[in-house]
């Protein structure tokens, strides 16, 4: 049995798109999971974010509801920044 190595150009059984597919996956190894866990945490933040806004217009607790809806709002922008840096060099 011999090691052959395969190369872009060699005749195989992948189709150009799957080729291009997987070159990108190992320029970016899971990226499409982390998008996920982006946009998932973005919106457990916002859900957050309006059940202590909730919680501040029934006027319960401000001293604690506030700086957990600063918390919350601050876990939705990271994951905003994080998901359009991650997506910045798809974009361009």
Same mark, same amino acid.
């Given at each position: 049995?011999?090691?052959?190595? #395969?190369? =872009?150009?060699?005749?195989?059984?992948?189709? =150009?798109?799957?080729?291009?597919? !997987?070159?990108?996956?190992?320029?970016? #190894?899971?990226? @499409?999971?982390?998008?996920?866990?982006?946009?998932?945490?973005?919106?457990?933040?916002?859900?957050?974010?309006? $059940?202590?806004?909730?919680?501040?217009?029934? @006027? $319960?607790?401000? $001293?604690?509801?506030? =700086?957990? !809806?600063? !918390?919350? !709002?601050?876990?939705?922008?990271?994951?905003?920044?994080?998901? $359009?840096?991650?997506?910045?060099?798809?974009?361009?």
């Amino acid at each position: 049995m011999s090691d052959q190595n #395969p190369s =872009p150009n060699a005749k195989s059984s992948l189709s =150009p798109e799957k080729y291009a597919r !997987l070159k990108a996956e190992a320029k970016a #190894p899971y990226k @499409g999971l982390r998008n996920f866990f982006y946009l998932a945490f973005a919106a457990s933040g916002f859900i957050g974010a309006l $059940t202590f806004l909730a919680r501040i217009a029934a @006027g $319960t607790n401000l $001293t604690q509801d506030i =700086p957990n !809806l600063a !918390l919350q !709002l601050g876990l939705v922008a990271a994951m905003i920044a994080l998901f $359009t840096w991650e997506n910045k060099e798809k974009n361009q």
